[in-house]
């Protein structure tokens, strides 16, 4: 019970912390003149409010969290956040269901990206940039923030920090403290995106649509502020700013750290994750103007490698944005798309899926259980870059493919037993457990997920959450050892 007390205490804190986050949409408000100033005031302040009420609830249960306790604290924190976060959008949008909006601020928080909203452009400035904002917060993580701010007032944060990311290298520290570790991410996290902020203003983006767009395309969550997305500016040099920034976004921002302490770029050579992501990217990318340019889709090779590498990039990398209408390619382009989608991403960036370090570890074990049936009796350790990988881990991440994909199947037979048809079902199951963005069919880069009912929209909010949180954090809490003492 004490320890129960202590997660209510820690989300009482945090959900008083996230009503601060308010702040911006507020001043944008101001600014933009657009009336929606004291709906936000009215969410900060119920937000704070039962922030405080939780708090003062749990006020003596103060400590340290257990790991059972931090993988409580991180669920509820990512379930309580977006149910909060709603509050905006359900004043201001009087039409839009509670099942809409939570669906919406899950897709935001989780940097998925997938929207239900139509009529983006019209919508008051600060609704916008509410919803980039949450892309950009869920992109380094909430937890990561609470991990530099806990401590502060009084509850550690390494069990956190090992809830949110229970990959293979999460014990792997940049420094000492881990609170020390979460201020230096988001310091590069911050600076990187104040570089694409300014790099899409010169592209020729006004400043709205600048912060909107680089606070999707760092957090990789793909929102935008119009509907047809990118597609709107039809402008091949925001395309190449934003594939940049999207490459970044994908990559290890503990190597981005390093590159940036060091004051060498030594690091990114060393990173092999990082080089096996950019090698998939470019190889696909050329591979894929190539196959559309043989069949026709674009009657230039060049202008089917500037559509097909935006739109391949910002999907594999699983931000979201489109600047055509892939639903439309040959089924193959947009099938390998997805397919990228769920391993490119690199451990330790804002992307999704299984992460191309757990792809590495299948490959690499694939090729060990060949040796040995060559070879029964040879001693043949994992590496990958120089370091040993232990069995452990070998065998963690074999366990997590297993429920990967039995996840997957599980939600796409829930769609289809509600009617969905099998291309619209599986695309949007695949986009949002990891968090991707579009899917194909009914769900496709030209529609949304506004034309779902409410139980697939649920389903879809369902598969958000599990891949946002890597499917063991979730999945955890339904065992029945969980709840033993």
């Given at each position: 019970?004490?320890r129960t007390l202590?997660?209510v205490h ?14 911006m949409?507020?001043l944008?408000s101001?600014?933009?003149h657009?009336?929606t100033?004291?709906d936000?005031?009215y969410?900060l302040l ?5 922030g ?6 749990s ?13 409580l ?10 149910a909060?976060a709603?509050l ?8 839009l269901s509670?099942?809409?909006a939570y669906?919406e601020t899950?897709s ?6 997938a ?5 983006l452009?019209?919508?008051?400035p600060?609704i ?8 950009w917060?869920?992109?380094m993580?909430?937890?990561v923030?609470a ?7 009084g509850?550690g944060g390494?069990?956190?920090?090992k809830?949110e990311t ?5 014990d792997?520290?940049l420094?000492p403290r ?5 201020r230096n ?13 300014a790099?899409l ?17 760092m957090?990789?969550g793909g929102?935008s502020?119009?509907?047809?997305s ?8 925001i395309e190449?700013?934003?594939i940049?920034?999207m490459l970044?976004?994908a990559?290890n921002?503990a190597?981005?750290f390093l590159?940036w302490?060091?004051k060498?770029f030594k ?6 994750e990082?080089?096996?992501?950019i090698?998939?990217?470019v190889l696909s ?5 190539a196959?559309?340019?043989q ?7 060049w202008?089917?490698?500037?559509h097909?590498?935006?739109n ?15 639903n439309?390619w040959?089924?193959f ?11 490119v991403a690199?451990s330790?960036?804002t ?7 757990r ?5 690499k074990?694939?090729?060990r259980?060949?040796h ?7 001693v043949n ?8 990988i232990p069995n452990n881990?070998v065998f963690a ?8 994909f039995m996840t997957?199947?599980t939600?796409?037979f829930?769609?289809?037993i509600s009617?969905l048809d099998f291309?619209?079902?599986?695309s ?7 968090n991707?963005?579009?899917?194909l069919?009914v769900v ?9 009912t409410d139980f ?7 598969a ?12 955890i809490?339904?065992t ?5 003492r």
């Amino acid at each position: 019970m004490k320890r129960t007390l202590t997660v209510v205490h820690a989300l009482g804190l945090m959900l008083a912390v996230f009503s601060l986050t308010y702040l911006m949409p507020i001043l944008a408000s101001l600014i933009y003149h657009d009336g929606t100033a004291i709906d936000f005031i009215y969410a900060l302040l119920a937000t704070a409010l039962i922030g405080v009420l939780l708090w003062l609830v749990s006020y003596r249960q103060r400590g340290e969290l257990s790991i059972r306790h931090g993988y409580l604290l991180v669920v509820a924190m990512w379930t309580a956040m977006p149910a909060v976060a709603t509050l905006p959008l359900l004043l201001v949008l009087p039409d839009l269901s509670f099942t809409d909006a939570y669906f919406e601020t899950m897709s935001g928080l989780t940097t998925t990206g997938a929207t239900v909203l139509t009529g983006l452009e019209n919508l008051p400035p600060a609704i916008n940039i509410w919803r980039h904002e949450l892309n950009w917060l869920g992109g380094m993580g909430i937890i990561v923030l609470a991990v530099a701010i806990l401590p502060l007032l009084g509850i550690g944060g390494r069990q956190l920090f090992k809830a949110e990311t229970p990959g293979p290298m999460k014990d792997a520290a940049l420094t000492p403290r881990i609170t020390e570790t979460a201020r230096n991410l988001w310091l590069v996290y911050l600076a990187i995106t104040l570089a694409c902020i300014a790099s899409l203003k010169v592209a020729g983006m006004n400043w709205l649509d600048a912060i909107c767009h680089a606070f999707a395309a760092m957090g990789l969550g793909g929102f935008s502020t119009y509907d047809a997305s990118v597609g709107h500016f039809d402008s091949p040099v925001i395309e190449a700013v934003l594939i940049v920034f999207m490459l970044i976004a994908a990559m290890n921002f503990a190597t981005h750290f390093l590159v940036w302490r060091g004051k060498s770029f030594k690091p990114y050579a060393h990173d092999k994750e990082g080089l096996a992501t950019i090698a998939a990217i470019v190889l696909s990318c050329i591979g894929i103007a190539a196959f559309l340019y043989q069949q026709g889709t674009y009657t230039n090779f060049w202008t089917a490698l500037r559509h097909a590498s935006f739109n391949l990039v910002s999907v594999a990398t699983d931000c979201g944005f489109a600047s055509q209408d892939f639903n439309l390619w040959p089924i193959f382009a947009p099938m390998w798309m997805l397919l990228l989608s769920s391993v490119v991403a690199s451990s330790g960036s804002t992307g999704g899926g299984i992460k191309m370090v757990r792809t590495l570890i299948l490959f690499k074990q694939g090729g060990r259980e060949l040796h040995k049936l060559l070879h029964p009796a040879a001693v043949n350790p994992m590496k990958i870059g120089g370091a040993v990988i232990p069995n452990n881990v070998v065998f963690a991440v074999l366990g997590f493919i297993f429920l990967y994909f039995m996840t997957v199947v599980t939600l796409t037979f829930a769609l289809l037993i509600s009617g969905l048809d099998f291309i619209s079902a599986f695309s949007a199951i695949i986009a949002c457990i990891n968090n991707a963005g579009p899917g194909l069919g009914v769900v496709g880069p030209a529609s949304n997920f506004g034309g779902l009912t409410d139980f697939q929209t649920w389903v879809c909010t369902t598969a958000m959450l599990v891949g946002r949180l890597e499917i063991f954090t979730v999945l955890i809490l339904f065992t029945p050892q969980f709840w033993r003492r």
